[in-house]
């Protein structure tokens, strides 16, 4: 019966897989119409100890594509050195030093929304080792004069200098393409990410200010689906973020990013039932099923780790080893249809090898992430250089 179960919930949990992925492959990006209206855009960038990037992502975001005295670039300094701050005033990106007992980036922003009197009509938030391309404020603000106000952009890697680099920015493309693509190519709300969001000025300030937590961007997505908004994935508006070199780093982040999960989870399991009864397929997908399914490597380490098991208990059972071997292969093959094609490379089978310490650091992050989610856990930031061979097509 156990067996039996477990199967149930791990067939359930490929089935979905395998139809976002296919999903994904009929995802219609929006075409940006000629400009005539320029809305007023604030470029948000909470930063904490990002003291090695923050100047060149402040230069960077000031060189976008977009009339000058239309969008400002508002870095909020925590915990900056003070050579660093200096710096950035010399640019021509606004300056708003915060300081926390216990820092979050949504106390950060939070504090910026409230701290800034200019009117603005749109509002990004950005994360400090982020370089927007340069068309992307004239895309979002096209979809925005289109009628679509919550906005995920493409987030691709930055950097791959590393196995776990190339890693970590596969991992980001496949959920691209499930969570995002996929979800908006069968009516449903994008996830986001975290970074390259776009809303309406008005509408975050006022979301924000319910939110602290370590996981805002559960959080958010959370709140913005409770009310009946939808998120727009647009696929091709990119935002260039430096992925994790190092498996240590990995760990770190995971950890979080499992706590945040579970958390969402627990928070509104009861309540998502009841909107799913009035209608709310969009708040039951993003807080109940894409948290109680498992991460696709978690997904991989336990249908590895029960096919091996239940085979050698049911030795004698042919039928119980085939159909254990099965939704594993058939969770892979859901896994390839979601791979961009230009992630298939040397590169990436040189970065497979890294995959058992991978599977070890996942492991301990699932163990280390009890409260995880209410710390803030500050990934290190060090490269300026975009990586060109993986872009998206």
Do not use: C
């Not at 979905?16 to 209206?37: C, D, E, M, T």
């Not at 990410?193 to 959370?222: H, R, W, Y």
């Not at 254990?324 to 896994?335: N, V």
């Amino acid at each position: 019966m156990i067996e039996l179960i477990l199967f149930t919930f791990f067939l359930l949990n490929t089935v979905y897989v395998f139809i976002l992925a296919l999903g994904g492959h009929f995802y219609k990006r929006i075409s940006p119409l000629n400009q005539q209206i320029f809305n007023r855009i604030a470029v948000f960038i909470p930063s904490y100890k990002e003291d090695s990037v923050i100047v060149h992502t402040a230069t960077e975001l000031l060189k976008v594509d977009y009339p000058e005295s239309q969008f400002d670039v508002i870095v909020i300094a925590d915990s900056l050195k003070p050579e660093t701050v200096e710096q950035l005033k010399k640019t021509k990106a606004i300056v708003i030093p915060v300081s926390f007992e216990k820092s979050m980036k949504s106390k950060s922003l939070n504090f910026a929304f409230n701290a800034v009197d200019q009117t603005y009509e749109i509002a990004i938030i950005a994360d400090a080792d982020n370089i927007l391309a340069r068309n992307f404020l004239t895309d979002i603000n096209s979809l925005y004069n289109q009628g679509y106000r919550i906005i995920q952009a493409q987030r691709v890697a930055k950097n791959l200098n590393t196995p776990m680099a190339v890693l970590d920015g596969l991992s980001e493309a496949i959920n691209n393409h499930l969570f995002r693509q996929g979800a908006n190519a069968l009516g449903l709300s994008s996830a986001l990410i975290g970074s390259g969001m776009a809303f309406p000025f008005t509408l975050i300030k006022a979301e924000f200010a319910n939110i602290d937590s370590a996981v805002e961007d559960k959080a958010l997505q959370v709140a913005l689906v409770e009310k009946g908004h939808k998120i727009t994935y647009q696929k091709g508006t990119l935002v260039f973020d430096e992925k994790v070199d190092s498996p240590e780093a990995y760990k770190n982040q995971r950890r979080r990013w499992i706590a945040g999960q579970y958390d969402t989870l627990s928070r509104n399991f009861i309540k998502s039932f009841k909107l799913l009864m009035n209608g709310n397929i969009n708040y039951f997908n993003i807080a109940v099923i894409q948290n109680i399914l498992p991460s696709r490597i978690n997904s991989i380490i336990v249908l590895v780790l029960f096919s091996t098991i239940f085979s050698l208990i049911y030795s004698q059972n042919p039928e119980v080893i085939v159909r254990w071997w099965g939704i594993t292969f058939f969770y892979f093959i859901s896994l390839a249809l979601a791979t961009p094609r230009h992630y298939y490379s040397k590169k990436l089978i040189k970065a497979l090898a890294l995959m058992p310490v991978v599977v070890i650091k996942t492991i301990q992050a699932i163990f280390l992430s009890r409260n995880a989610n209410k710390t803030f856990i500050h990934t290190e930031h060090k490269n300026n250089d975009i990586d060109h061979s993986y872009l998206s097509k």
